[in-house]
Nanobody
Framework: QVQLVESGGGLVQAGGSLRLSCAASGRIFSNYVMGWFRQAPGKEREFVASISRASVVTNYADSVKGRFTISRDNANSTVYLQMNSLKPEDTAVYYC?????????????????WGQGTQVTVSS
């Protein structure tokens, strides 16, 4: 089992920044592909970003490309999501996720482990 705990969410004005963190425990962190999904009220859960085991490959949703950056620290079993130039439409609960294979990373069904989520609210 892998346990994922997110932190860093909160309320920020449009144009501001937040950095989300996700601390993992339970298995060898570097064995897992990590990612972030989000879900806004009344909407389906959507892919935000993913990062391969050695940080060689990253993918982003078009809606966040150029504004968000995913990174990981394998020594400290943590993955980050730096969010800049935030918009009200970024308001959502953000979930940290983990999976074994870097395949079809935008499909939520491939992720074995999910955190509890952290709320991000962007005011206009």
């Amino acid at each position: 089992q892998v346990q994922l705990v997110e932190s860093g969410g909160g309320l920020v004005q449009a144009g501001g920044s937040l950095r989300l963190s996700c601390a993992a425990s339970g298995r060898i962190f570097s064995n897992y592909v990590m990612g972030w999904f989000r879900q806004a009220p009344g909407k389906e859960r959507e892919f935000v970003a993913s990062i391969s085991r050695a940080s060689v490959v990253t993918n982003y949703a078009d809606s966040v490309k150029g504004r968000f950056t995913i990174s990981r620290d394998n020594a400290n079993s943590t993955v980050y999501l730096q969010m800049n130039s935030l918009k009200p439409e970024d308001t959502a609960v953000y979930y940290c996720v983990a999976r074994v294979a870097y395949l079809n990373v935008i499909d939520s069904r491939g992720y074995n482990y999910w955190g509890q989520g952290t709320q991000v609210t962007v005011s206009s």
